[in-house]
């Protein structure tokens, strides 16, 4: 006889549905037959290694992930890197992560973390260079304007910490400018 309607009563609590992610703490051995996907390498490998020193976790992470191709994991490692200050060895492991991602998606997330971490190692030139040539490789789209945008706003010309009009000028200039308008279109002043 046919369900007239479901509730959510009638699941089951063994039914994956109302587990979704169990199979990722059961250990890899007990797991599906599938190949593992490369969050699941990455995550097997930090429940695995979580009480090493940084330094040998950074070590082995580097083994592990750059033989399997782990993108996610080698980009990952790159802005710890990153924000841990250590920019040169960030670029290459970013840059690394952007030779195995086959999305553009991806490759547009990768692209724009090796930019910024140029920027904040002072290699400007670089990083328009690479957000400039992924550009024109991009198809028209939100891709392609978000790279233009990202150019636009991060080498644009800036006066200390002011905020900037469409015409370049300060933005309390502006505002300046509009409250003496005001004043000169109201009769009561």
Avoid: C
Wanted: charged share 25%; no cysteine; aromatic share 6%.
């Amino acid at each position: 006889m046919a369900m007239r309607a479901l509730s959510w009563m009638t699941v089951v609590v063994g039914d994956p549905l109302y587990r979704p992610y169990a199979s990722w703490q059961q250990p890899a051995e007990k797991r599906s037959v599938h190949p593992p996907n490369p969050w699941e390498i990455y995550h097997d490998f930090a429940l695995q290694n979580a009480g090493k020193s940084s330094a040998d976790y950074f070590g082995l992470a580097g083994q592990v992930a750059s033989p399997a191709g782990n993108g996610p994991m080698i980009e990952d490692l790159g802005l710890i890197k990153k924000k841990a200050g250590d920019y040169d060895s960030a670029i290459s492991s970013l840059q690394q992560a952007r030779t195995i991602y086959k999305s553009r998606g991806d490759l547009l997330r990768a692209s724009l973390e090796q930019a910024e971490t140029l920027i904040q190692a002072g290699k400007k030139e670089e990083a328009r260079t690479l957000v400039s040539n992924l550009s024109r490789t991009t198809p028209e789209g939100s891709a392609r304007k978000l790279l233009q945008n990202w150019l636009t706003i991060s080498f644009r010309p800036r006066s200390g910490r002011q905020r900037l009009d469409s015409l370049g000028r300060p933005h309390s200039h502006v505002i300046l400018s509009e409250v003496k308008q005001r004043k000169s279109k109201d009769p009561v002043n």
